[in-house]
């Protein structure tokens, strides 16, 4: 694996990891959970043709820094709105995965980050949220964060599993496994599910009417973390919002169908003259 996020940006005293790659006008990848942005090594090269292409891990995430602190929806928005103005770009297209797009709802209604346009794929932003997983975590995080390693270790990959559709070799899953594997990684796994609350979500669930930009939602047919209702709910909220699902797509579309992410973004952008 040769993904890398080689540039740092201190927020609020932890260090958060980006990169970015290609010319143009800027547009923003953001990633879910617990996934990273890895998420997207194969679509930002695609991106990064006609765009410069950004892209980071959520404090808690990947290669960013994972305190023993909040690292819930509630501080996301405000880690992204800084990152955005520390990037200097103004009015980026946004392409949004899971808890990215949580984050990119909350800080365009909560912080007034204006976007060209925004893509939600799978997005967390109408309640009820969580996996059976999360549902279960969420009230046992001790007896899961002190568990055996080879446990934890065994649990993962089954998760990431039920988040495709297609079944997922070894080298597949584990990018996504390794980032939780060791003590403090592990503890850290289930502190960011710990933390997890429907209402960050609540917060800007009635706001959707009020998103200044074009809106494409992106959804996979065969989400079993989040049924495809949500997005149709989420259509509704959204005048004017494009909705598109992707057949023989679970939650994590980006290996289950990206090139149907290349294709729809793509065709997003260049409709109404918006590359």
């Known amino acids: ?14 260090t958060i990891r980006w ?8 547009l923003i990848l953001m990633h879910g959970t617990p996934f990273w942005s890895y998420e997207w090594s194969r679509l930002a090269p695609l991106l990064a043709t006609e765009h410069k292409v950004y892209f980071y891990d959520m404090l808690g995430y990947g ?7 909040d690292v819930s929806l509630g501080i996301q928005n405000r880690l992204f709105a800084a990152l ?6 103004e009015r980026p297209d946004v392409v949004a995965h899971d808890f990215g797009g949580a984050t990119a709802l909350r800080a365009h209604l909560i912080d007034g980050v204006d976007y060209n346009s925004l893509t939600l ?14 549902q279960h975590v969420k009230h046992h995080e001790a007896a899961f ?10 649990i993962l990959p089954a998760y990431l599993q039920s988040a495709m559709k297609k079944t997922a070799t070894a080298d597949t899953l584990a990018p996504y496994a390794n980032q939780w594997i060791g003590v403090e990684k592990q503890a850290s796994f289930y502190r960011q599910i710990a ?8 917060e800007v669930q009635n706001q959707y009417s009020l998103i200044r930009c074009p809106t494409q939602i992106l959804w996979g047919e065969d989400d079993e973390w989040i049924p495809i209702e949500r997005g149709r709910e989420l259509h509704d909220l959204i005048p004017g919002s494009r909705f598109v699902t992707v057949a023989g797509a679970g939650h994590l579309m980006q290996e289950d169908a990206p ?10 952008l260049n409709s109404e003259g918006r590359t």
């Open 84 to 89: 955005v103005s520390y990037w200097k770009v």
């Open 1 to 14: 694996m040769t993904w890398q996020t080689p540039e740092t940006f201190n927020f609020e005293g932890h």
């Open 259 to 268: 090139e149907a992410i290349a294709y729809f973004v793509q065709s997003f």
């Open 145 to 154: 964060s002190g568990m055996p390693g080879y446990m934890h270790e065994a």
């Open 195 to 202: 933390q997890m609350d429907q209402c960050y979500t609540d």
């Open 19 to 26: 990169g970015a790659i290609g010319e143009g006008a800027p």
């Open 121 to 134: 794929i799978d997005p967390v932003a109408v309640r009820p949220w969580g996996s059976p997983l999360v």
């Open 63 to 69: 290669n960013s820094d994972r305190p023993n602190a």
